[in-house]
């Protein structure tokens, strides 16, 4: 399956109780948050991801705000680390990067089953940066 739709289902399991919430987060951590250097792929799987929920209504702003929320203190706790703030900068630059000059891994439908079209690419990319400039 494509992994928007196993997200937002999991997004929307994630108000069921605590321990469905911590558990959808560490998945989502282990997808996205485990290094510092994102991928530009896993990038494009997260803006697919806040876009896709975004307009089901799902307040995504909302759970990217408390995974950055354990990413920091992951980083925190790691005596090599960079620090949050070149790691967020990383994840920025790769969105803006795809936002201005979209990925041949995009146009070729690579990122998922199937590629969403530019302009919604373009919208879950935007939903995805405003989420990052709140956390």
């Known amino acids: ?6 997200a937002c289902d999991l997004m929307k399991r994630s108000s069921d109780s605590d321990t ?10 282990l997808l996205w948050f485990m290094d510092e250097e994102p991928s530009p792929l896993a990038a494009l799987q997260l803006a697919r991801v806040v876009g896709a929920a975004s307009t089901m209504d799902m307040a995504p702003c909302d759970i990217l705000a408390e995974l950055l929320a354990r990413f920091r203190s992951n ?3 790691t005596t ?18 795809e936002f201005v000059q979209p990925s041949l891994a995009h146009r070729q ?3 998922g ?23």
């Open 1 to 6: 399956p494509d992994v928007v739709d196993v």
């Open 20 to 29: 469905s919430r911590n558990l959808v987060l560490g998945t989502f951590e």
């Open 75 to 77: 980083l925190g706790s």
């Open 80 to 97: 090599r680390s960079t620090g949050f703030d070149f790691a967020v900068r990383r994840w920025t630059s790769l969105l803006l990067h």
């Open 109 to 111: 439908g690579q990122v």
């Open 113 to 135: 089953e199937a590629a969403p079209t530019t302009g919604s690419h373009r919208r879950a990319l935007l939903c995805t940066l405003e989420a990052f400039a709140h956390a």
